[in-house]
């Protein structure tokens, strides 16, 4: 079937580099953020989540930077490999609403 | 460690059949979701369920519906499956507890419709 990645922004970089992954939000009310990352034919996996509360929040070789006065996140990857190709995408969450917005994704292409 | 569990990793289905999708969490969540995800159209959600019988409906859940009889277990059903129907499909579980959402994806259903 076709892949989850035609169609996106595409993001291309050599292995070892640094690669940072963007997402505009839409929700000023929104106090949660969460950034997957999917491979081709699989689920969307959980990478890390920020709280409005952080600004900054840092997992293994993952970065999460959320600045809420222009509503924007940003996902860090150091020293990206080539089992990091994938489509990454955020999805934000406001208090008392179940259902996330997620956004559209960026495929991440990294070249050995 | 699997935490939501999709019973079919690929699926195919002669049109007009009807068409179960099984989702089991172990989380004791309280929120289950149904998406579609079609290239270039992103997640749309179909269903979702807050407790135990209840139902809402999502974006498009036109063609669809679903059932939710015990907390871990929410099935998408396809009355008559149709070629339009041919897409990935996600499950997802969440908490409402207010710590975090623990907002968790299954693995998916490839279904194809012929």
């Known amino acids: 079937g076709e892949s989850v990645g035609l169609h996106l922004p595409t993001l291309s970089v050599q292995e070892g580099d640094n690669s940072i992954i963007n997402c505009a939000y839409s929700?000023?009310?929104?106090?949660?953020f969460i950034w997957y990352k999917q491979e081709s034919g699989k689920g969307p996996q959980f990478i890390i989540d920020?709280?409005?509360?952080?600004d900054k929040r840092q997992g293994q070789r993952v970065t999460v930077l959320l600045n809420k006065t222009v509503k924007h996140l940003s996902l860090q990857i150091a020293a990206t490999q080539p089992g990091d190709s994938a489509v990454y995408f955020c999805?934000?969450?406001?208090?008392?609403?179940?259902?996330?917005?997620f956004g559209r994704g960026t495929s991440l292409i990294v070249h050995p | 460690d699997v935490k939501v569990t999709q019973s079919s990793r690929y699926l195919v289905k002669r049109t007009g059949e009807k068409v179960f999708l099984e989702c089991v969490q172990d989380?004791?969540?309280?929120?289950m979701f149904w998406y579609r995800q079609d290239p270039g159209l992103g997640l749309r959600l179909i269903y979702f369920?807050?407790?135990?019988?209840?139902?809402e409906k999502g974006d498009i859940p036109e063609g669809y519906s679903v059932s939710r009889e015990k907390k871990e277990r929410f099935s998408l059903i396809l009355e008559s499956a149709s070629t339009n129907q041919t897409s990935m499909y996600l499950c997802?579980?969440?908490?409402?507890?207010?710590?975090?959402?623990?907002?968790?994806f299954g693995s998916g259903t490839r279904l194809t419709v012929v």
């Open positions: 997802a579980s969440s908490s409402s507890g207010t710590s975090d959402y623990g907002y968790t």
């Open positions: 920020i709280r409005s509360n952080m």
């Open positions: 989380m004791d969540h309280e929120n």
């Open positions: 999805a934000e969450l406001s208090g008392g609403s179940y259902i996330p917005t």
């Open positions: 369920s807050y407790d135990v019988k209840m139902k």
């Open positions: 929700n000023s009310a929104s106090d949660y």
